[in-house]
């Protein structure tokens, strides 16, 4: 009598799985209820669909699940059983809005379906290019599919380092104690680009002078041939000693290290050896996993701006690409950065629904596994005007992000920034700024010009 034969990892899965080599694509059904999930062993990934009626979504939810994980259109030999059992993606649920139980009206053409697919962790590991690739990758192709968010398991974010200083940490590197915390104020220095390192260095001083606590390099402006990083570190460092003697208030200045690979981390290596205070990355243009090696980096000992350009590219659409909650919160948060330009939806140019802002800043700031909580910096076309709905809807630990409302104001850039500053010392006394504005000239002129709340308009 033969010896018994092992149970295969097929047997020991809690639902049988059928032989991919014997059924179509369509026959396969990886499903399985909520409950019979273990969360702690998968990713969640939930989507958006929105398909003509002819389409049965709740029998094309397990090939989208087949494709982005063990499978492809056809059935193959090698997808075994036992392959299956540990690696194949399981569809969790299947809701369709509005849900629909005994007939579709005859007026519909497309049905639309919240879909859960549950990804085996062991296929993606504690990276950015396999998480995107298992849950995005080529359904992205597929018509209108947009993913909505990302539930992780403990374990894959353990893999994480997240921010290295975090909100805690940026108030310590600028003295802040925590009983004076206060909105931070930030300054992207304007023109964007083209301007010589002298005139650079006098718009950062001014601006610091005025009090703003960090001043960054415009996005548009990293290790050009008219205007070398280092070149700006060394003078710009020097402002900020100057301005601390005068004011006894320190400036973070975040350098733009964007560029190529490696040089971005010889330029950022050489940036911290200069003196340099702080670094700015462009995240999606270098790719989340440069600027999380960036931030793991044990020679890179200062926080890390993490700027948002590129990211309408991902969550513009409504019914395609990812949604801004994971391009502007939890993918930067994974990969290190200690704060996040993101765009201001209560007054600001950029077209951003007011309830997707707030959604962000939680997946910013809202407990995430061990992760430190990144400082979300609102910011786009902000005057101080705009102070009093950021603070409301964020709180006092955040950074204001303002360019042209400090660097146009009739008197200076150091009128623009004590402006602002004004206005947030008016806000977090209560003061409405109308009245704050009669007190303090610099804010009044503002007010005067800003006086109305920029709004998009479609």
Known sequence: MPAPKKKSAAKKAKAPVPEACDLGPYAAEPRSLPEGIDFEENVIATYYVSFPKELDVVALAPVLAIEQSTGTWTPVPGETPEIRA????????????????????????????????AFPAANIEAQIPMLLTACLGNISMGGKIKLLDLRMPKALLDGFQGPKFGIDGIYKALGI???????????????????PLEVGTELFYKAALGGCDVVKDDELIADMAYNKVIARVKAYMKKEKRVFEETGEHTLYTV???????????????????????????????GPEAMRSLAEDKNVGVPILAHMDCAGAFYMSPEHGVSSSIVLGKIPRLCGADFLVVPFAL???????????????????????????TMPMPSGGMTPINVP????????????????????????????????????????SGIPLEEAGQQYEELGVSMGIWGKKTEFKM
Not at 258 to 275: C, I, N, S, Y
Not at 347 to 373: H, I, N, S, V
Not at 394 to 419: K, Q, T, W
Request: charged share 20%; glycine share 8%.
């Open 86 to 117: 540990q690696h194949v993606a399981k569809v969790v649920n299947v809701f369709e809005c509005p849900d629909y139980e005994w007939a579709i009206p005859s007026d519909v053409t497309d049905r639309q379906h919240i879909v859960q697919i």
């Open 177 to 195: 104690s925590k009983n004076k915390r206060r909105p931070l104020l930030n300054n992207m220095i304007k023109p964007c680009s083209g301007y």
């Open 256 to 286: 733009n290290v964007t560029d190529r690979l490696p040089k971005m981390f010889d330029l950022a290596h050489a940036v911290v050896e200069a003196g340099g205070n702080a670094l700015m990355v462009n995240y999606l243009a270098i």
């Open 347 to 373: 007054g600001g140019k950029a077209p951003y629904l007011p309830e997707r802002f707030r959604q962000t800043t939680m997946t910013l700031t809202y407990p995430f596994g061990d992760l430190l909580p």
């Open 389 to 428: 709905d950021a603070v409301r809807e964020l709180g006092r630990e955040i950074m204001i992000g303002s360019g042209g409302g400090i660097h146009a104001h009739p008197y200076g850039p150091v009128a623009g920034a004590r402006a602002f500053r004004q206005a947030i010392e008016a806000t977090m």
